[in-house]
């Protein structure tokens, strides 16, 4: 264990009111050994090595500031955090729900609830990361109650399909997409038809719904028909001309 986590592990959960304020000599300000234990304090975590172990963490966790401490709170959090990579977080089974019982564990409620903010945003970030890609080159849009979903690369992004029937005059532009994504709804997800709209455009496909969960579920399984030619173009060849 490093020395800086063993002297905060020595030195225990720093007393409140470092941000207090206050002037020497007034009631309430901090006495000569408060002051002593927050430099201390102060000076370890500043000297804690990252990425820290397992045991550093659990240890560090357990000795963690109750109130603001002037920036020193962030310093230990990043130092607790780097216990564990995004990577494995992610990746490695058992990982995530490790760092989470090493959470449950903090001794401070302000701690905890940073820790438990940081690790949602990132884990939602990292969602959202993975459905942007699934579902590119559409992409999403929220707006008020309700969500959208577009592809502005008409012409371009399966253009081999529309070819097809290019003697029928299909040219794969977003009224095209319009006419292929209303046979993939009705044949391939009925029970989203009365949630899921169409806003086609000359140069714009889009697809609409005040049911965000709905939409995303259509999207997911629309990309999926397109990566899949023989599917896509089955389904094409019932696409009407608009």
């Given at each position: 264990m490093q020395e800086a986590v063993w002297k905060?592990?020595?030195?225990?959960?720093?007393?409140?009111?470092?941000?207090?304020?206050?002037c020497p000599g007034?009631?309430?300000?901090?006495?000569?050994?408060?002051?002593?234990?927050?430099?201390?304090?102060?000076?370890?975590?500043?000297?804690?090595?990252?990425?820290?172990?397992?045991?550093?963490?659990?240890?560090?966790?357990?000795?963690?500031?109750?109130?603001?401490?002037?920036?020193?709170?962030?310093?230990?959090?990043?130092c607790i955090e780097s216990c564990v990579s995004n990577r494995d977080l992610l990746e490695t089974p058992g990982e995530l729900e490790k760092y989470k019982n090493l959470i449950k564990k903090c001794n401070s409620d302000m701690m905890k609830e940073m820790l438990l903010e940081r690790l949602d945003s990132y884990l939602l970030m990292e969602t959202t990361k993975q459905f942007e890609n699934e579902i590119a080159p559409f992409y999403w849009a929220e707006g008020g109650t309700g969500a959208s979903v577009c592809l502005s690369e008409v012409g371009e992004y399966l253009q081999e399909i529309f070819d097809t029937r290019a003697d029928e005059g299909f040219?794969?532009?977003?009224?095209?997409?319009?006419?292929?994504?209303?046979?993939?709804?009705?044949?391939?997800?009925?029970k989203l038809?009365?949630?899921?709209?169409?806003?086609?455009?000359?140069?714009?496909?889009?697809?609409?719904?005040?049911?965000?969960?709905?939409?995303?579920?259509?999207?997911?399984?629309?990309?999926?028909?397109?990566?899949?030619?023989?599917?896509?173009?089955?389904?094409?060849?019932?696409?009407?001309?608009?």
């Open positions: 905060i592990q020595k030195l225990g959960v720093p007393p409140e009111g470092f941000e207090d304020g206050g007034t009631d309430g300000f901090p006495s000569d050994e408060t002051l002593d234990l927050w430099d201390e304090y102060q000076d370890a975590v500043v000297a804690i090595s990252q990425p820290v172990t397992w045991e550093e963490a659990e240890a560090l966790i357990k000795c963690c500031p109750t109130d603001r401490m002037a920036g020193v709170e962030w310093s230990l959090l990043h040219i794969g532009n977003g009224y095209d997409w319009g006419s292929l994504a209303q046979v993939f709804l009705d044949e391939k997800c009925p038809q009365e949630k899921i709209n169409f806003d086609p455009e000359a140069g714009m496909f889009c697809a609409y719904s005040e049911d965000k969960e709905a939409l995303a579920d259509f999207i997911l399984c629309f990309k999926r028909a397109c990566e899949d030619r023989n599917l896509i173009l089955d389904l094409f060849s019932r696409a009407g001309l608009d």
